[in-house]
């Protein structure tokens, strides 16, 4: 007979905490395939980020990921409830100067590739749609 070892994070009951999650985004759509399809697909899942019943750590977005947190973005009303939720939505600085998207921002806050590091290292998972 053996014992059974599980890792801690399968070992929560109802209502604990679950690790620290973060969300990567990395461009305006989600998946591969149809770019139109993609686009609606991600912009559905930030939708249902702040509703669903776990929350992320935090958002960041990268590459042309960041044109989501743009003041014309179909997102900003939806990532502006996560900040609201208390959810840290970061975008890369390098790729806001990249793609010419001024600052201040509409929704998030730019921050260096040091910080981004800082905060996947600290995730407990990272979820890539």
Same mark, same amino acid.
């Given at each position: ?10 070992? #929560? ?20 395939? !149809?770019?139109? /399809? ?6 559905? /899942?930030? !939708? ?19 044109? #989501? ?8 009303? !939806?990532?502006?409830? #996560?900040?609201?939720?208390?959810? !840290? ?15 201040? /921002? ?6 260096? #590739? ?16």
């Amino acid at each position: 007979m053996h014992d059974l070892v599980m890792p801690e994070e399968y070992l #929560l009951l109802e209502g604990d905490t679950p690790g620290h999650r973060v969300v990567l985004i990395g461009s305006e759509a989600m998946g591969e395939g !149809d770019e139109a /399809l993609g686009r609606k697909l991600l912009l559905a /899942l930030i !939708d249902e980020l702040t509703s669903g019943p776990i929350l992320p750590h935090a958002i960041i977005f990268y590459n042309g990921g960041v044109r #989501l947190v743009a003041a014309n973005s179909p997102a900003l009303a !939806d990532l502006e409830e #996560l900040e609201h939720h208390g959810i !840290d939505v970061m975008a890369c600085a390098t790729s806001l100067e990249h793609h010419g998207i001024p600052t201040p /921002l509409a929704a998030g806050r730019p921050v260096s #590739l040091s910080e981004i590091a800082d905060c996947l290292m600290k995730a407990t998972t990272v979820i890539r749609p």
